[in-house]
């Protein structure tokens, strides 16, 4: 049985892309890559097809992370029935998760920061700070991988 991770934010180009990239590195790091499967989309349609921020993957390729061929792609509602985990990074994409869903309890619905003492990961094409996305992500990944070990695996 493998548990299934989707990030979530704005636009699928920026924090959800590094989510997808840090948090698949964890877990190929602990040996868990045939337990644990991740992806990434987007609450808009405003960046299906485009490539990850050039920034966002200077960031991931900083900690040696590729995201080659990642393109955005929008969150579906059979995304509620494929994923065990859906994480917003933000307050706004939580909204957005939650009001799709098809029902409040067909999969685990939270934000990234729940698993890192609480939070939003800032939205860095507004902030420009890539490296502090890139920081609160990694604990957020760091603290959600720790819970799925304990509670699912």
Do not use: Q
Request: hydrophobic letters at 35%; a negative charge; proline letters at 3%.
């Amino acid at each position: 049985m493998r548990t299934k991770v989707l990030f979530v934010c704005y636009g699928n180009i920026c924090r959800s892309p590094i989510a997808e990239f840090v948090f698949r590195d964890m877990v190929s790091a602990e040996g868990l890559s045939d337990r644990i499967v991740t992806a990434s989309c987007a609450t808009s349609a405003e960046h299906i097809g485009d490539p990850v921020d050039r920034r966002s993957r200077a960031e991931l390729e900083r900690h040696g992370i590729s995201c080659d061929g990642k393109r955005g792609r929008r969150l579906t509602r059979d995304d509620y029935s494929e994923y065990d985990y859906i994480i917003g990074m933000d307050r706004r994409n939580l909204e957005y998760i939650r009001t799709m869903a098809p029902s409040p309890d067909c999969c685990r619905m939270g934000m990234l920061m729940d698993y890192a003492g609480g939070g939003e990961v800032a939205d860095p094409w507004y902030t420009g700070d890539f490296g502090r996305a890139y920081s609160d992500i990694e604990r957020g990944c760091a603290g959600l991988l720790d819970h799925i070990r304990r509670e699912v695996l």
